[in-house]
Nanobody
Framework: QVQLVESGGGLVQAGGSLKLSCAAS????????MGWFRQAPGKEREFVAA????????YYADSVKGRFAISRDYAKNMVYLQMNSLEPEDTAVYYC??????????????????WGQGTQVTVSS
């Protein structure tokens, strides 16, 4: 069982930045790839970014490439999502996830087994 707790969401103006954090269970953190997903009202949960177990490989949705950066800290059992140049379209609840995705499942909710409760990000225009 992996427990995930997100933090760092809030209200920010368009063009601003936020850094989301996800605290993971210490015993199992290094065993899993980690991902960030988001869900806007009335929409399906969508992939944002992911990072491999080793941290050597990262994946991004086209909509956030060049603006968002995912990272992980093994000493602190943390995963981060640095979000820059935020746009109103980035408004959503952001979820941290852990799992063992492969191939196309890196980009799918089906590739992840454990989820946090989510943190709200609101970008005003």
């Amino acid at each position: 069982q992996v427990q995930l707790v997100e933090s760092g969401g809030g209200l920010v103006q368009a063009g601003g930045s936020l850094k989301l954090s996800c605290a993971a269970s210490r015993r199992t953190f290094s065993n899993y790839a980690m991902g960030w997903f988001r869900q806007a009202p009335g929409k399906e949960r969508e992939f944002v970014a992911a990072i491999s177990r080793s941290g050597a490989t990262t994946y991004y949705a086209d909509s956030v490439k060049g603006r968002f950066a995912i990272s992980r800290d093994y000493a602190k059992n943390m995963v981060y999502l640095q979000m820059n140049s935020l746009e109103p379209e980035d408004t959503a609840v952001y979820y941290c996830a852990a799992g063992s995705p492969y191939a196309s499942r890196w980009y799918s909710v089906d590739g992840y087994d454990y989820w946090g409760q989510g943190t709200q990000v609101t970008v005003s225009s």
